[in-house]
């Protein structure tokens, strides 16, 4: 089992950047793809942005793709998501989740194992 620990949301305004950051611990941590999912109000959870254990491979939503930048530093076991032109519609609580295996199952919320409680991203127009 993998912990996640999320931080770095906030309130920002459109046009804006954020950086969350996610710490991963656990016997599997830094053998696992992580990603980021975000959920909106009143909407189903989904997909942003995902990356290898390796950091070789990283897979992106359509809506984030040239906005959002995944990462991590597995000597601190930890993944990051850069995020900049913020966007009102990215309003959304963002979670941390940890995949099975050194890379990604797929991009269902089923498909990952461990899950961290999320931050909360407000995107003022």
């Known amino acids: 089992q993998v912990q996640l620990v999320e931080s770095g949301g906030g309130l920002v305004q459109a046009g804006g950047s954020l950086r969350l950051s996610c710490a991963a611990s656990?016997?599997?941590?830094?053998?696992?793809?992580l990603g980021w999912f975000r959920q909106a109000p009143g909407k189903e959870r989904e997909f942003v942005a995902a990356?290898?254990?390796?950091?070789?491979?990283?897979y992106y939503t359509d809506s984030v793709k040239g906005r959002f930048t995944i990462s991590r530093d597995n000597a601190k076991n930890t993944v990051y998501l850069q995020m900049n032109n913020l966007k009102p519609e990215d309003t959304a609580v963002y979670y941390c989740?940890?995949?099975?295996?050194?890379?990604?199952?797929?991009?269902?919320?089923?498909?990952?194992?461990?899950w961290g409680k999320g931050t909360l991203v407000t995107v003022s127009s």
């Open positions: 989740a940890a995949d099975s295996g050194p890379t990604l199952s797929g991009t269902r919320g089923s498909d990952m194992e461990d």
């Open positions: 656990g016997r599997t941590a830094g053998s696992v793809a």
């Open positions: 990356i290898s254990w390796s950091g070789g491979s990283t």
